[in-house]
């Protein structure tokens, strides 16, 4: 298989996990209401964001520059796929700005409004949470307007 068709195929593969987001919470707004929908979707990615954060136990509470290089080796397509920037990363912790958002490219393709949007990376979002916090960090996100397009900002401290 050459790489050109597994890029594309890790890229379709992502665009498929935003479009079951998507469907799975409908399905759970009509039989639950919005806010019921969003709690009980946030504790199951939540909980997968912990299992991952088992991989970054080892550096906390303070190994910044390990878990930066843990992190991001860990994201697909050699960092392309969500294009981090490390905006900070010493003794007092690390930011990471992510200029590109796989599910959230797919939703806007799906022709989800800019409310829609912001809902369900709200919730798909809470695995990061459950990522840093997992693993023994303080967590923070944060979406940073730039024009029309939106950042998510990770900021991740000592517990």
């Known amino acids: 298989m050459s790489e050109e068709t597994l890029r594309k195929e890790l890229y379709a593969a992502n665009e498929n996990r935003a479009i079951l987001y998507k469907l799975i919470f409908d399905a759970m707004v009509d039989e639950f209401g919005l806010e019921k929908a969003k709690e009980v979707m946030k504790k199951g990615i939540y909980k997968r964001g912990e299992q991952i954060g088992e991989n970054f136990k080892q550096f906390a509470p303070a190994n910044f520059s390990g878990l930066r ?19 900070k990363c010493d003794a007092e912790g690390l930011d990471i700005e992510f200029d590109n958002c796989p599910l959230k490219n797919a939703w806007l393709k799906m022709g989800l409004s800019d ?8 919730v798909a979002g809470i695995i990061d949470f459950g990522t840093f916090q997992g693993a023994g960090f303080d967590f923070q996100m944060t979406a940073l307007p730039e024009g029309s397009k939106e950042k998510c900002y990770l900021k991740i401290r000592s517990k």
């Open 115 to 122: 409310e829609e949007c912001a809902t369900l990376c709200e």
């Open 69 to 87: 290089d843990a992190f991001l080796g860990g994201i697909p397509d050699d960092t392309k796929m969500f294009a981090p920037t490390v905006t």
